[in-house]
């Protein structure tokens, strides 16, 4: 090995032991709260409705309602993962945050682009500021861009681009 890839492996070995903390998803499913750290995993979710691997708490939500948290293959053995972490606080978010709650019943994506705006929404389930686009979600739901005082008079352009992103839409 030439000292250039020992020093890219280098690198990657510490990419991998970075928290892993600039995203977070929920999909309330079902009367339960399911939470992802992983994308593909909440796209699967989304798609099936249910994961391989998950760590279920009873009467943890902040409604009394199941928290369900969807694990990778690799989380499996673990005694905690990014999610649980961020949840309870004890992982900050990342500056670039990006957070999605998915409610079945209403057939809404709510999309943060902020942290405290998240948070605040999943213990109160109170959006006061937001921007909706109407069936522009991947199957048709209402997409609400949950805004606060800071970015209320803006159009949230790089929050609707990486829901489109991420989605794979138009």
Do not use: C
Not at 6 to 25: G, I, R
Not at 112 to 141: C, H, M, Q
Request: charged share 30%; net charge neutral.
């Amino acid at each position: 090995m030439t000292p250039e890839n020992k020093s890219n492996h280098k690198a990657t070995e510490s990419e991998a032991t970075q928290p892993v903390n600039n995203d977070l998803y929920i999909a309330f499913y079902d009367g339960r709260m399911n939470i992802f750290y992983d994308g593909e995993l909440y796209k699967k979710f989304l798609k099936h409705g249910e994961t391989s691997y998950r760590r279920t708490f009873i009467g943890a939500g902040p409604n009394g309602e199941t928290v369900v948290y969807g694990l990778t293959k690799q989380d499996k053995k673990k005694t905690t993962n990014p999610a649980e972490e961020m949840m309870s606080g004890k992982l900050q978010a990342s500056e670039d945050f990006y957070g999605e709650v998915f409610k079945q019943e209403e057939n809404r994506f709510y999309v943060f682009s902020d942290w405290a705006d998240f948070d605040k929404y999943v213990k109160t389930g109170a959006d006061n500021l937001r921007f909706s686009d109407i069936a522009s979600g991947p199957n048709g739901e209402t997409v609400i861009y949950v805004l606060n005082e800071e970015n209320k008079k803006k159009r949230p352009v790089k929050t609707i681009a990486k829901f489109k992103a991420f989605h794979g839409l138009k």
